[in-house]
């Protein structure tokens, strides 16, 4: 793939990516020009001294304004317009947009009138003719609406200033092909094009300078010739975006003090965010935000994560969504943020500032760059280390400009509004993602590697789908490298389902984490050890789009692997099917099939008081459905979440506790029958789910001080998986883990 310098190289023309060279200077239209205006349609206009036609400011920005006709005032226009820079830093997208508001009114008695608007749709303008006059702009073109049937639909919008009114009012009228018009006077009321309000919450153990990015772009000797200079953060990032950030200058310190308190799960996470994030209460969505400077992800490799799990408006599953993130300043990026030389500092706090406005980006609803087919994106979006292996070479800061790049930059500015909005549509729908990206990729010629999905055929209605990804090195003499985290989760991979009904969908993860990519090398293929393959176990029933596998029927499973680089390398589609449901489980299904209960399995069995309904419903299920591969798995994911405590907030303290002792007895009893059954089986596909079960029964054992049963119970596992075939790499890890015991 060819290199790109910069990201605003483009054909403009093709981006409609504009940058004016000289202030605001306009570009006059040529000489009789129709214009959608009557009153511009005289043979002459008055000539005007160029003294009262001086502009002073941009005409880009937000207006908004009332109904003028036919029903004045009953609607109201958000208006905004992008035609021209508002200032040095700032791109220009060519772009008018705007969202349209139903105006409602009624009259208390003994009360003022109370008045109300209603959000009815959004529409874009993608590529607007432009005509400066001497002292106006006239803007004109086709209207496409995100939603819904319209008749064909232009705009002209006509925008005059004075040297003592930089712009405005702007004068729109929509025409019909029937012929009807509807026509709005709207001002303008802001530079930006979307406003933010961003709560920053701390833990005390990272309570200390900085808290949040402040970055000198001439800093680090790494960075593009040309490159202004001058000082960056969070709201001036988004300020470049279109995006007015409001910052609350104050902090609620989380005191994270607790002895036996170490990282942060996700299910800690999000308990939080639903305890914590009250500052804005009031309807949902809106344009609020919450981050959270924390100490150290369960993951260390993770520096930052975006919660796509509700917070507490409307209870947990439910909406709100995209409004929660959190850093990880105790990440090995940050370490020299307070020390160490010029470069090492400037290096830390560059990378500060990228992982709060990358986080932040994803609440706006923006996928990562290569799950939107530009992988050498010059993006917050992008990852310095997946672009330097794509162009071969340590350049994304030499090339970076710290900015988004066009097409994240339009859905920012102009996408419809409740794909943007935080807590309205669900991460990764709208704009970016309207069909499953890549669904029909396919290899053709011989790959490097191979991906293999693969499963147990048969599933039960409500049993967790579980499934292995396993990558193989088919080359015979030379070693690859690979990124192991085979997980939606870190954008290495991307899965479609396609359902008993032919639809294809995308699997969307509940969170999505920026961290350092985890190399392993695979060996050439044939390794007398196994070390040419590598395998991972991933639940798949629940996610982004709520359950996957909620109807009997055959479904088919494709994965698509993002690898180091530009390495794409896909999958061959797997069979499964799940079953009819019995008497006895079609009338549970009900309550199984609920965001509650689907929330708690993807979190491991969350011991959150805000998800106790869903917990409730696992326990009931692996006691009725014991025995069977349903009962096993909800039991197997319940007694994750008792194997370690549960920390969360004391509201009125605002310290971390533990809300829930480790209870590593309790976790053994529930996988007694769990353990049991899969010995029972000799299903090869079982040896990942066995092998993993194992695996935390060892530390369950070790907790309680029985080491001896932990032991035991892995000779027993290497034993029955050296019969199942398994490779000699796989068994040695398990004779190393009994060796730590």
């Known amino acids: 793939m060819a290199n790109q310098e910069h990201a605003r190289g483009r054909d403009q023309a093709s981006t409609g990516h504009v940058q004016a060279e000289s202030g605001f200077a306009p570009v006059l239209t ?72 139903q105006v409602d009114r009624i009259v208390v008695p003994g009360q003022s009138t109370r008045t109300w608007r209603t959000y009815i749709e959004s529409w874009i303008v993608d590529r607007p003719q432009v005509d400066w006059e001497h002292c106006h702009v006239t803007i004109t073109g086709e209207v496409r609406f995100w939603a819904g049937q319209h008749p064909a639909t232009s705009v002209a ?47 005390a153990s990272v309570n200390e300078a900085p808290i949040l990015p402040s970055y000198d772009t001439d800093a680090h000797s790494d960075r593009p010739p040309g490159l202004p200079r001058r000082t960056l953060s969070i709201e001036t990032a ?116 990228y992982t709060w406005v990358h986080e932040a980006g994803h609440a706006f609803n923006l996928l990562h760059s290569w799950d939107k087919g530009r992988p050498d994106s010059l993006s917050w979006l992008n990852y310095d280390w997946r672009y330097d292996r794509v162009e071969n070479g340590a350049i994304f800061w030499r090339r970076f400009g710290f900015q988004f790049d066009d097409d994240e930059l339009i859905h920012i500015r102009h996408g419809a509004r409740h794909a943007v909005m935080m807590g309205a549509d669900p991460w990764s729908s709208g704009a970016h993602l309207e069909a499953p990206n890549m669904a029909t990729a396919q290899v053709e010629g011989l790959a490097p590697l191979e991906l293999i999905v693969r499963s147990r055929n048969y599933f039960e209605l409500m049993e967790p789908v579980h499934i292995e990804l396993r990558l193989r090195n088919l080359l015979a003499d030379l070693p690859l490298t690979i990124d192991k985290r085979l997980a939606p989760e870190f954008g290495t991979i991307l899965l479609h389902i396609q359902r008993p009904d032919d639809s294809v969908v995308a699997y969307e993860p509940i969170m999505c984490a920026v961290g350092e990519p985890e190399l392993l090398v695979l060996q050439p293929v044939g390794d007398a050890n196994g070390a040419d393959r ?55 299904a009900q309550d199984f099939f609920s965001d509650d209960v689907g929330l708690s399995l993807y979190l491991k069995g969350s011991r959150s008081p805000h998800l106790s309904r869903g917990v409730e419903v696992l326990e009931e299920a692996a006691d009725r459905f014991e025995g069977s591969m349903l009962g096993t798995k909800v039991a197997d994911t319940l007694a994750t979440g008792l194997a370690r405590p549960f920390f969360r907030i004391d509201a009125a303290q ?12 309790r976790a053994l009893a529930l996988t007694d029958p769990s353990l049991k059954l899969l010995r ?38 290497r034993r029955d998986l050296s019969q199942r075939g398994a490779s000699p790499t796989v068994l040695k890890q398990y004779e190393q883990l009994k060796s730590k015991l």
């Open 30 to 101: 040529p000489q009789g020009a129709p214009h959608p205006f009557p009153e511009a349609n005289a043979a002459a206009e008055p000539v005007v001294p160029d003294w009262q036609c001086r502009r002073t400011g941009p005409v880009s920005g937000r207006y908004e304004g009332d109904m003028t006709t036919p029903q004045a005032g009953k609607y109201r226009l958000d208006l905004r317009i992008d035609i021209d820079p508002r200032n040095g830093t700032s791109p220009v997208m060519n772009r008018i947009s705007g969202d349209l508001y």
């Open 157 to 203: 919008i006509r925008i005059g200033w004075s040297s003592l009114s930089p712009a405005g009012p702007a004068l729109v009228t929509f025409t019909e092909s029937g012929g009807a018009e509807r026509s709005f006077s709207c001002y303008r009321v802001a530079d930006s094009f979307r406003d933010l309000e961003l709560e920053i919450d701390v833990c």
């Open 238 to 353: 988004y300020e470049d975006a279109g995006v007015a950030v409001r910052m609350n200058p104050d902090h609620s310190i989380i005191d994270d003090s607790d002895a036996d308190f170490e990282s942060w799960s996700p299910a800690e996470l999000h308990d939080i965010m639903e305890t914590h994030f009250s500052q804005f209460g009031g309807a949902w969505p809106n344009w609020h935000m919450w981050g959270l400077l924390a100490g150290v992800y369960e993951r260390p490799s993770v520096g930052g994560v975006m919660f796509d799990a509700a917070a507490r408006f409307g209870g947990a599953g439910k909406a709100p969504e995209r409004q929660g993130f959190a850093v990880f300043r105790k990440h090995g990026w940050f370490d020299h943020l307070a020390d160490g030389s010029d470069q090492e500092r400037a290096k830390a706090m560059r990378h500060f500032l």
């Open 534 to 588: 590598y395998s991972r176990e991933l639940f798949l029933s629940y996610g982004g789009s709520g359950f996957y596998f909620d109807d009997p029927g055959e479904y088919k499973i494709r994965a698509v692997y993002q690898g180091l680089g530009d390495i794409l390398i896909t999958s061959e589609a797997h069979r499964i099917r799940i079953g009819v449901p019995t008497q006895e489980s079609d009338r549970f």
């Open 654 to 665: 605002r310290k971390l506790v533990k809300g829930a002792k480790a209870d590593p007895k």
């Open 680 to 717: 029972s089986g000799k299903e090869k596909e079982a040896n990942l789910a066995y092998g993993r079960l194992v695996r935390r029964r060892a530390g369950y054992h070790h907790a309680v001080g029985d080491a001896e049963k932990a032991k035991k119970e892995l000779d027993t596992l």
